[in-house]
């Protein structure tokens, strides 16, 4: 007979904004979950052998979101994984259906005053955030925070630490 799936076989989906922890959370929580863990940046790296900054130089910008929709779709129908997404798939409509059909879609939810901290570390590894003001980021996290509204858990991450958020997540993700 087929088992009817519930939530314990769905795959759970990071989304958020750049730079909010979607990978070093997604390694943490599938960790402790023992489900493997997918970064889709890294692994769209690993096949193109290049950073994701370099597929944005040499293939363009619409390349890298075609590659991202094709994987994301094909991945959001495993089950059992942790999947970290890149920042801006959410924004691809069919990658929102897929994800939030197949799995559980957990937001990472920071205010701008507590991500803007982050801005250094990831400005160089991140092609979309070069060349814009802080004005002009703030104007996009904002039109983004639109987008991420679309999800099935959120989680506040702000003053919280690593291991805190991985419990809290654990605790609200219905796995029984
Ligand atoms: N809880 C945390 N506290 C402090 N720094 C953190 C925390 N989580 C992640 N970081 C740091 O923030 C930066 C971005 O984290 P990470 O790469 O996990 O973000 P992301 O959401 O996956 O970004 P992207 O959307 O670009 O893939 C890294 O330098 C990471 O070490
Ligand atoms: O937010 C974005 O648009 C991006 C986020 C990163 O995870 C990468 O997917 C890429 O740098 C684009
Ligand atoms: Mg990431």
Same mark, same amino acid.
């Given at each position: 007979m087929l088992q009817k799936e519930s939530g314990k076989q769905k795959s759970i989906i990071l989304i958020g904004f750049m730079g909010v922890g979607k990978t070093t959370i997604g390694k943490a929580l599938a960790n402790k979950l023992k489900r493997d863990f /997918?970064?889709?940046?890294?692994? %769209?790296?690993?096949?193109y052998n290049m950073t994701v900054t370099e597929i944005f130089q040499y293939h363009g910008e619409a390349f890298f979101r075609k590659k991202?929709?094709?994987? /994301? +779709?094909? %991945?959001? #129908? *495993?089950? *059992?994984?942790? &999947?970290?997404l890149g920042g801006g798939a959410f924004l691809q409509e069919d990658i929102r259906k897929s994800c939030l059909e197949n799995g559980i879609v $957990?937001? $990472?939810?920071?205010?701008?005053?507590?991500? #803007? =901290?982050? &801005?250094?570390? +990831? +400005?160089?590894s991140r092609p979309? %955030? =070069?060349? #814009?003001?802080?004005?002009?980021i703030k104007n996009l996290f904002n039109e983004r925070k639109a987008i991420y509204i679309n999800h099935h858990l959120k989680v506040k991450m702000d003053g919280k630490e690593l291991e805190e958020i991985v419990e809290s997540v654990i605790d609200s993700l219905d796995l029984a």
């Open positions: /997918i970064d889709v940046d890294h692994q %769209l790296e690993r096949e991202e929709k094709e994987m /994301i +779709i094909a %991945l959001s #129908k *495993q089950t *059992q994984k942790v &999947i970290s $957990l937001y $990472l939810d920071m205010s701008f005053k507590a991500w #803007k =901290q982050r &801005i250094p570390f +990831i +400005i160089d979309v %955030l =070069q060349g #814009k003001s802080e004005e002009e």
